[in-house]
Nanobody, 125 residues
Framework: VQLQASGGGLVQSGSSLRLSCKVS????????IGWFRQAPGEEREGVSC????????EYADTVKGRFTISRDKSKLTVYLQMHSLKPEDTAVYYC???????????????????WGEGTQVTVSS
């Protein structure tokens, strides 16, 4: 299962950023993908997820209306478009995979089968 996140960076409050998660074909077809984040001293939390079967999406309340998850099956990539970024969005962002047999759309760490390496997002005020 391949999960490779990229796209993080240092941006100002109110800016936009797009994260990418490169996956394998097998992952795209059989795993739901979630984006998680972990700020220093905090627990890892679910941000958004996309179901493998029909592309349904879910979002944490803290990012609804600002973040959009999407996928491009031809590029084997899942995206997290982030708008109106706030300093409290600062964290290491991870993409993760959960078997679609057990999980429709993973927003909790408990159901994750595989984690990718994180990418740092820093939002300055």
């Amino acid at each position: 299962v391949q999960l490779q996140a990229s796209g993080g960076g240092l941006v100002q409050s109110g800016s936009s950023l797009r994260l990418s998660c490169k996956v394998s074909r097998f992952t795209m077809d059989y795993y739901a993908i979630g984006w998680f984040r972990q700020a220093p001293g905090e627990e890892r939390e679910g941000v958004s997820c996309i179901a493998s079967s029909d592309g349904s999406t879910e979002y944490a309340d803290t990012v609804k209306g600002r973040f959009t998850i999407s996928r491009d099956k031809s590029k084997l990539t899942v995206y997290l478009q982030m708008h109106s970024l706030k300093p409290e969005d600062t964290a290491v962002y991870y993409c993760a995979a959960a078997s679609s047999v057990r999980t429709f759309c993973p927003l909790t760490t408990m159901v994750i089968d595989y984690w990718g390496e994180g990418t740092q997002v820093t939002v300055s005020s």
